[in-house]
């Protein structure tokens, strides 16, 4: 199986990093959103004959990234709601890898391969799983599972989306970096019950390990664990 790592030796720093994305106060400068309703799919980006270099769909969006223009060099985000065609248009502020960052007044947008997010004075008021990201050429960019598998659960931390994917049974560990959109992946150790209760996932763990360093997921908690230290812990958010 092919494994894509995440160097651990600078996890702290990184973490601290991709938890500052997400506070309100990175953004300190204001920037309006402009407001459409009924607009149609070719009408899409602000710059004219300019098409959108990212595609996403959510289960109640569609959203798009555009290139930029004199105005907004980093260009500009746009989601459409399915039920009535209304657009908004705001400007990028921030770009880190695949994950795409607009703002307006108190209200953040965080779009990446994965999730959607609005946050509105730094909490978490809207939160979407991506379910296709398509680049220009037609490119998918967002497959969470290795090939032949499908998500058996998910579960969401505050720097992390964690996918285990597999099909009659568990088979893989994948973590994502919730900014950056960096991503690891393992082949699971085991997958043990803590309990005989009858709602299996409610008590089951997860490990996968790479060298010396142990990946443990079950529903309330991440930990990433190298030799006998702990490098990674933070609490399940949401467990899908």
């Not at 899409?44 to 300019?50: D, G, K, V």
Request: proline share 3%; with cysteine; aromatic share 8%.
């Amino acid at each position: 199986m092919n494994v894509s790592k995440i160097k651990l030796n600078c996890q702290p720093a990184v973490i601290l990093a991709w938890a500052g994305i997400f506070a309100l106060q990175f953004f300190p400068f204001q920037v309006k959103a402009t407001v459409v309703t009924s607009v149609a799919e070719t009408e899409i980006c602000p710059t004219q004959n300019s098409l959108p270099k990212r595609s996403f769909e959510t289960e109640k969006y569609k959203a798009y990234i555009c290139l930029g223009d004199k105005e907004n060099e980093l260009g500009y985000f746009v989601r459409v709601t399915k039920g009535d065609s209304s657009k908004i248009t705001v400007p990028l502020v921030r770009k880190s890898g695949e994950t795409y960052i607009a703002r307006n007044d108190e209200i953040a947008y965080i779009i990446s391969l994965y999730e959607m997010l609005i946050q509105k004075r730094g909490k978490t008021v809207l939160r979407e799983r991506v379910n296709s990201a398509i680049a220009a050429d037609g490119t998918s960019l967002n497959s969470a599972c290795p090939q032949g598998q499908n998500i058996l659960q998910e579960a969401v931390t505050k720097s992390f989306i964690i996918y285990i994917c597999g099909n009659d049974k568990p088979g893989s560990y994948v973590a994502i970096a919730r900014i950056g959109n960096q991503k690891v992946t393992l082949p699971l150790s085991n997958s043990k019950e803590s309990s005989t209760s009858k709602n299996e996932s409610k008590n089951k763990q997860y490990v996968a390990i790479e060298g010396n360093t142990r990946y443990f997921l079950n529903r309330d908690v991440l930990k990433v664990v190298q030799g006998n230290q702990i490098r990674i812990k933070e609490k399940v958010l949401r467990w899908l």
